[in-house]
């Protein structure tokens, strides 16, 4: 099984960018469709975006939508979330998660792996 650790977390100013990775450990990262997630307190933790393992085919949420970007590099076993003109509200922390189903599954039930988080400032 995958084991995840996310990186690249921190303070910026709106407008801003950060790139986040999140690094796997375990023979099945280039089978595994990779999600991020994030959760601000007293929510839910919700869906950001996801990257298939088989077409290397993506899914946002519309709050991210050509803002984010997610992309693999299965040679690196890691998954980047490249995050563009930032906003208060994506103050979160963000979350890496290994599915094993096809597709790109926006589920936080489909992603049986996840890594600890990591958190991300957006000042105004």
């Known amino acids: 099984q995958v084991q995840l650790v996310e990186s690249g977390g921190g303070l910026v100013q709106a407008g801003g960018s950060l790139r986040l990775s999140c690094a796997a450990s375990?023979?099945?990262?280039?089978?595994?469709?990779m999600g991020w997630f994030r959760r601000t307190p007293g929510k839910a933790r919700e869906f950001v975006g996801a990257?298939?393992?088989?077409?290397?085919?993506?899914s946002y949420a519309d709050s991210v939508k050509g803002r984010f970007f997610i992309s693999r590099d299965n040679a690196k076993n890691t998954v980047y979330l490249q995050m563009n003109s930032l906003k208060p509200e994506d103050t979160a922390v963000y979350y890496c998660?290994?599915?094993?189903?096809?597709?790109?599954?926006?589920?936080?039930?489909?992603?049986?792996?996840w890594g600890q988080g990591t958190q991300v400032t957006v000042s105004s």
């Open positions: 375990g023979r099945t990262f280039s089978r595994s469709t």
């Open positions: 998660a290994a599915g094993y189903t096809a597709g790109v599954p926006r589920k936080e039930h489909e992603y049986p792996t």
């Open positions: 990257i298939s393992w088989s077409d290397g085919s993506t």
